[in-house]
């Protein structure tokens, strides 16, 4: 076991070094029977006061602990990063690649035969798993849960999705401030993640499809018992995962990543999905592109009914019977599922999935009755987009989805706040909003702001969606004709860069073409003029990211991180 190297075999094996280790084990109270000879799980933790989808995962560690045990294995836990999607600014997407790198160096640094990854929150789960692929160790994620419904006058609310609608219906003037502060209490009432399928509903889920989670686990709500149970069952496998060695990558296969794309698309899930499959893809080495999710996306119909795309919550699909349900009709369809390859459970994912009822058809659906009998989220091409943009059109007016307007361009997210309810600005039902400047390098950190806002003066006259466009990115639990991960960003000098307003903009959904009719020549003449903005950090984290974050289309990972290699191991004799 590898964390013999720091502890020596036996009660006196070893050199010095090992007899201060052990002793230190002795300082932290544990007898030499309780840790010597078991591999050591380490319990990646991203609970903290200011994480209120984390808040119960303090507790819930002591019961990953209680399995670990059970199992014969030492479990240690590790506090982590927390990044926390509600409070983290400018947006936790900034501090992905850095979860992922205390990830990576956490596990190699220290005694450790195996890991329990803890999380949920957004990017959380994509941060964790790229970091425990790079070190490299046995690892599975026990995923954090989903909160409660929200309620609010016997209806049921969505965290995001209805925040969104309850503001537009605020700003429209059509309801006050005293029910306002009563959404405020209804929208969020349990620990817990996004109880829509916004993009942590998404990558938890994605995390099961790898097969880097156990089966049922990512659908069980944050509160319910069996998330307990769950816990405990992650920690005594994350035991037998160190004995058999089975590593991240041996999992996380192409075959693996081609079902997980395939049942996030099937969930109607979140496009921030994309970027994140793609980034830890490139850990292990998988080249996974945009083309292999629109490709994925044309044979694979959308069978959950969970908002925004459908009507339901997590809590719902839990009930419904889960993920294992959804797997199970996804099975059904033609070259969607690999269920031959291997699972953190040893098994193949067939077994995630088989035999699994669907409990309320109206929740999960079948592929004869499907949501929609596409996938959600679309690859669009064309002179603007020439690295890709994605849109999700499942959440789109259908009336918007083939349409050409001129451009109101706006330069910044503040500029667009200060503007956008300007009648000056003569935005109409055919207008093009255009936000540029909020990309990786621009934003900074790609800030979820592709929902752009509608004028309040067109929300009052019932006009709900227009077509938007920026090289952001939206939450997953957002809605409308919004075109995200424009690439190349405008700040490093994507044909964003060079638009203005007025001009005539072409979306074409069904042609997956995003394009300017302005010609070549004059976008041509326009780059000789155009200015690189001045950088975004003078210092520390930040420049870090500037000088290596890469591009949406290649999962905004870090140039030196996004291969697979193995650093040598300290020597801790
Ligand atoms: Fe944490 Fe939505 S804010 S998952
Ligand atoms: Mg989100």
Redesign the pocket.
């Known amino acids: 076991m590898r964390s013999a190297a720091w502890f020596g075999d036996g009660a006196t094996g070893g050199k010095l070094r090992a007899f201060s280790h052990r002793s230190r084990m002795r300082q932290l109270g544990y007898l030499p029977e309780e840790h010597l000879g078991k591999p050591v799980i380490a319990i990646l933790n991203t609970w903290s006061d200011i994480n209120p989808?984390h808040m119960h995962l303090r507790e819930r560690a002591e019961q990953v602990k209680r399995g670990v045990w059970q199992a014969g294995g030492f479990p240690l836990e590790f506090p982590v990063s927390t990044l926390?999607?509600?409070f983290q600014k400018p947006t936790p997407m900034l501090y992905r690649n850095l979860l992922a790198m205390e990830t990576e160096e956490l596990l190699r640094s220290y005694p450790v035969d195996g890991a329990v990854l803890m999380g949920?929150?957004?990017k959380t789960v994509p941060a964790l798993l790229m970091g425990a692929a790079s070190a490299g160790l046995p690892a599975l994620v026990v995923p954090s849960g989903p909160m409660l419904r929200g309620h609010h006058r016997g209806r049921t609310l969505g965290?995001?999705t209805d925040l969104w609608a309850y503001w537009d219906e605020f700003r429209a003037g059509r309801i006050g401030e005293c029910e306002m502060a009563q959404v405020e209490c209804g929208l969020a009432r349990s620990p817990g993640?996004?109880m829509t399928m916004?993009t942590?509903s998404t990558m938890t889920a994605a995390a099961e499809a790898l097969g880097m989670a156990l089966p049922g686990s990512s659908s069980i709500p944050a509160v319910d018992s069996a998330h307990h149970r769950m816990a405990a069952a992650s920690g005594a496998r994350a035991v037998a995962l160190v004995h058999e060695q089975l590593t991240p990558a041996a999992v996380m296969t192409r075959e693996a990543f081609e079902d997980a794309a395939a049942t996030v698309l099937a969930l109607g899930g979140s496009t921030n999905a994309l970027i994140h499959l793609i980034a830890l893809a490139g850990r292990v080495g998988v080249k996974l592109s945009l083309d292999d999710f629109d490709a994925i996306g044309r044979r694979v119909p959308v069978l959950a009914d969970v908002r925004p795309v459908g009507a339901f919550l997590m809590e719902d699909f839990y009930y419904a019977g889960g993920l294992p349900a959804l797997l199970a009709q996804l099975a059904q369809v033609p070259q969607a599922l690999h269920p031959e390859r291997t699972t953190v459970t040893g098994k193949p994912f067939a077994s995630y999935y088989s035999g699994a009822e669907i409990h309320q058809p109206q929740v999960i659906r079948t592929p004869q009755d499907p949501v929609s009998p596409e996938g959600g989220v679309a690859v669009l091409r064309g002179n603007l987009a020439p690295g890709g943009a994605v849109i999700k059109h499942l959440a789109a007016d259908p009336r918007l989805l083939s349409h050409t307007g001129p451009a109101v361009v706006f330069d910044s997210y503040q500029e667009l706040q200060q503007r956008i309810d300007d009648p000056e600005l003569g935005i109409t039902e055919d207008t093009v909003l255009v936000l540029r400047g909020a990309g990786p390098l621009g934003g900074p950190g790609m800030p979820e702001y592709g929902m752009l806002p509608i004028p309040a003066y067109l929300l009052e006259r019932g006009v709900k969606d227009l077509v938007r466009i920026s090289d952001a990115r939206m939450s997953g639990t957002s809605y409308g004709t919004c075109v995200l991960h424009v690439a190349p960003e405008s700040h490093v000098g994507g044909p964003l860069a060079l638009l203005r307003t007025g001009d005539l903009v072409t979306l074409d959904v069904p042609g997956r073409v995003l394009r300017t009719e302005v010609d070549d020549a004059e976008l041509e003449r326009r780059r000789t003029e155009w200015q690189p903005p001045p950088p975004r950090f003078e210092r520390g984290y930040g420049s870090l990211y500037a000088t290596h974050i890469t591009q949406a289309d290649e999962g905004c990972d870090f140039d030196f991180l996004a291969q697979p290699g193995h650093n040598p191991e300290p020597n801790p004799s």
């Open positions: 989808c926390s999607e509600t949920g929150c957004d965290s995001g993640h996004c916004g942590a």
